[in-house]
T-cell receptor, first 111, second 115 residues
């Protein structure tokens, strides 16, 4: 399976705290993407980081990529109750355009 | 961002019947569309990739005769679940990708329940 793994599987924090999720993958990638999914809904694209990039920011989101360790992290700063959702990393492997999703992290932000 | 719609949003059907799910890109041309399946509290699993005008490419373990995919135009792809069984009950999500881009735009999903 080319599915990546994320940890933690579940994360519960207080509003205002930061949330960090990690993703590991298996082979060389072209890019890595992070998505958010509210319960029973479709996915929302959050951010894309290319294999030659190490860090990217978008609002309260910060994504890092370490290709030597085949890992990425998503940091959500100053979390809000509305950030409660499942977060998935997804990789596009070199030479392909398919997305392979990680196992996901279920984030709960307590108001 | 680009918008992808799915219809229906939920469907209940009887075992043995067929169900068609539509996926439309509303404001862009999706040269490639993807179909995913998601079981409760699990990740998305890619079922197949379809390029407009070509036969779909199915992932290992996905029965192409059971899950018929048609991508007849740049804005529409359909997934037909034939002879549905209760184990086919799942959340089916499609996505579209414009040519030359890596970003996929996801539909809201279709929840299929087979009784």
């Amino acid at each position: 399976s080319q599915q990546g793994e994320e940890d933690p599987q579940a994360l519960s924090i207080q509003e205002g705290e930061n949330a960090t999720m990690n993703c590991s993958y298996k082979t060389s990638i072209n890019n890595l993407q992070w998505y958010r999914q509210n319960s029973g809904r479709g996915l929302v694209h959050l951010i894309l980081i290319r294999s030659n990039e190490r860090e990217k920011h978008s609002g309260r989101l910060r994504v890092t990529l370490d290709t030597s360790k085949k890992s990425s992290s998503l940091l959500i700063t100053a979390s809000r109750a509305a950030d409660t959702a499942s977060y998935f990393c997804a990789t596009v492997y070199s030479g392909a355009n398919n997305l392979f999703f990680g196992t996901g992290t279920r984030l709960t932000v307590i108001p | 961002g680009a918008v992808v719609s799915q219809h229906p949003s939920w469907v209940i059907c009887k075992s043995g019947t067929s169900v068609k799910i539509e996926c439309r890109s509303l404001d862009f041309q999706a040269t490639t569309m993807f179909w995913y399946r998601q079981f409760p509290k699990q990740s998305l699993m890619l079922m197949a990739t379809s390029n407009e005008g070509s036969k779909a490419t199915y992932e290992q373990g996905v029965e192409k005769d059971k899950f018929l995919i048609n991508h007849a135009s740049l804005t529409l792809s359909t997934l037909t679940v034939t002879s549905a069984h209760p184990e086919d009950s799942s959340f089916y999500i499609c996505s579209g990708m414009a040519g030359g881009a890596y970003e996929q735009y996801f539909g809201p999903g279709t929840r299929l329940t087979v009784t």
